[in-house]
Structures are given as structure tokens and as C-alpha cells.
């Protein structure tokens, strides 16, 4: 009959997956809905050359960014991950010849190799499950928070008068050294018809990319640092291979915004710089808040796997895993 407190922990973490995903599609909904939330309407000078950029098309579209993170996962993190995992299962039997002396049944040898393989699964999936759901919530948040900040910031993009076409700054109601070209215009009477580009050329700040790109990415470097560090693939260079690749994604999106005009550099300062703080905040403590509940649901499943065992054989395997397990946190 499943414990008490198992029952409470599957029954938290169900609640955990329901509530990620109302968010997650909360966050989606009104991403699509930007433009009709009310954004500060923030007053330009004509003259203010930092938003006077011509139009550009993205280098990188948004949705680029969710597909080149499953391809860098099946690339890198995976197999990384999933080699870690055999060396793990192949390394409770690197004693088997040692016993071959000692006078214990090599069944119980065998099943005590058997439950170690299967706690060291269970953790495992353990571990992958609350990786995902962390880096689920953390994505979450770093949308919220960058969408809450534009929509309060309203500053103007680089190509705001490009793309709004202010009558105020009309070049034939303009000259040379006049005052109008020092003109503060308050509220942009704009002459273009495409209202959802308006509306996008009011929220710069900080960059919606940059800020996505680097929380994707430095969650990726930190999480595979905090699985594979101590393992060979670090000693062979894939290790840090696999990380300076996902830095360099994330930076080479912060830089196309620039390059297309659809930031100022302060803007892809800001979105790395809030990315990186959730990605460190997801992957450093979160963790460090939940793990109690995850021990408690390890040490129920260990002790279910080493009852019965009167020789003590599963018992000593586990505890040498759980030390094992120990040095690599």
C-alpha cells in the first residue's frame, strides 16, 4: 500500500503540471494579445536620431528560438545526458569480479545490481522530471517579466518613426535648424495603417529575444554543468563544447536585434542580463526549494527496494549510490 506521503507528493506534482500548464498557456494567449494591452504612450523629439532607423525584416524570428532549442537538446544535452546515465548503471558493476571470492550467493549479487540499476533509473527520471517542470516555470516567468516591463517602459524602437510615419515629423512640415525639428511630440499622430506594428514599436524594452535566448541557453550550459561536470565527457572537451555552443546561440540572437533595428543595445542588455538571472534562479535555487520533497519520495522508493534483504547486500549498494549521488551535488 503506497505511504502517506507519497500519495501527498504525487498528488502536489500533478498539481505542479495542471498549474504550469494553465500558466504556460496564460503567457501564450497573451502573447498573441500584446497589442491590445495598453502600453505607455512615451513622447519622441523628430529630431531624435536613435529612432529614426529604417524597417527591417527579423534575421531570427521569435519562433526560431523554440525550434533551435529541441534541435540543440537532441544534439548536445540528450546524448550527453544519456551517456552520463549508462556510465552511471555500468559502474555498480565494476565490483562484480571482486565478489567472485567471497562466498554469497550470486543471485542476491544479481538482484542487488538489479535494484541499484532501478533506483539509479527512478532518480534519473526524478531528476528530469523536476529539471523540466523548473525550466518550464522559469520560462514562464521570464516572459511574464519581460512583457510586464515593455508594456510599463513603452520605450520607442529603433525604427519607431519608420514604422509609425508621425505626421508631426513629416519632412515637408520640417526644415533644417527649424523648431520643429526640436519638437516634442507627445502624442504621434501616425499615417500608417498597420496598427499591430505600432502598437509592437512602443515595447523595446528590455529585448523579448535576447531575454528568451539567454534564459534558454545559460539554463542549458548551468544544467548540463551541474549533471556532467564530474563525468569524462568534461575531461574530452564535449562538455564545455556543448556549453560554449549554447552561449554563442544566445549571443548571436541578442546581436541580430541590433542588427535589424529592432532594439537598442541597452535593450538586448537588459533582456540578457533578466534572462540569465531567471535561468540561474530556475537552475540554482528552485531547486534547493523543492528538494526536500524530492529527498522524501527517494528515500521511500530506496527503502522499498531494500526490504527484505537479510544479507544486507541492496543495503550497502544503495548507501554506496547515495554517497556517490551525494559528491556530485
Not at 194 to 205: G, K, N, Q, T, Y
Not at 226 to 233: D, E, I, Y
Not at 305 to 329: Q, R, W, Y
Request: proline fraction near 4%.
Amino acid at each position: 500500500m503506497p505511504h502517506p506521503t507519497v500519495n501527498a507528493f504525487c498528488a502536489v506534482e500533478v498539481f505542479n503540471c495542471v498549474l504550469l500548464l494553465v500558466l504556460l498557456l496564460a503567457e501564450y494567449l497573451t502573447a498573441k494579445t500584446a497589442n491590445l494591452l495598453p502600453v505607455f504612450h512615451r513622447g519622441f523629439f523628430c529630431d531624435d536620431e536613435t529612432i529614426r532607423y529604417p524597417y527591417k525584416d527579423s534575421t531570427v524570428p521569435y519562433w526560431t528560438i523554440g525550434m533551435a532549442y529541441p534541435a540543440f537538446l537532441v544534439l548536445f544535452m540528450l546524448p550527453l545526458v544519456v551517456i552520463q546515465l549508462r556510465s552511471q548503471m555500468s559502474s555498480g558493476n565494476g565490483n562484480k569480479a571482486k565478489r567472485k571470492g567471497e562466498n554469497k550467493p550470486i543471485c542476491r549479487n544479481n538482484e542487488a545490481d538489479e535494484a541499484v540499476h532501478r533506483i539509479q533509473i527512478n532518480q534519473f527520471l526524478s531528476t528530469y522530471y523536476y529539471s523540466v517542470t523548473n525550466f518550464l516555470f522559469g520560462f514562464y516567468v521570464s516572459g511574464l517579466l519581460t512583457n510586464i516591463v515593455k508594456h510599463a517602459a513603452g520605450r520607442l524602437r529603433p525604427n519607431f518613426v519608420s514604422v509609425c510615419d508621425p505626421a508631426a515629423c513629416k519632412s515637408s512640415n520640417l526644415s533644417e535648424g527649424s523648431a520643429l525639428t526640436q519638437l516634442y511630440v507627445l502624442h504621434a499622430d501616425c499615417l500608417s495603417d498597420d496598427h499591430d506594428a505600432i502598437a509592437d514599436s512602443r515595447r523595446s524594452f528590455p529585448s523579448g529575444h535576447s531575454s528568451c535566448a539567454f534564459y534558454i541557453f545559460v539554463f542549458t550550459a548551468i544544467y548540463l554543468q551541474q549533471t556532467l561536470s564530474r563525468s569524462c565527457l568534461a575531461k574530452c572537451l564535449l562538455l564545455p563544447l556543448a556549453q560554449a555552443t549554447s552561449l554563442l546561440f544566445a549571443v548571436l540572437v541578442a546581436v541580430s536585434r541590433v542588427c535589424d533595428n529592432k532594439h537598442h543595445y541597452t535593450d538586448v542588455i537588459a533582456g540578457a542580463l533578466l534572462g540569465t538571472a531567471i535561468a540561474y534562479f530556475s537552475t540554482v535555487c528552485l531547486p534547493k526549494m523543492r528538494q526536500g520533497r524530492s529527498a522524501v519520495h527517494t528515500d521511500r522508493t530506496s527503502n522499498r527496494m531494500c526490504l527484505n534483504d537479510p544479507n544486507g547486500v541492496m543495503a550497502e549498494k544503495v548507501s554506496m549510490h547515495t554517497i556517490a549521488e551525494d559528491d556530485l551535488t
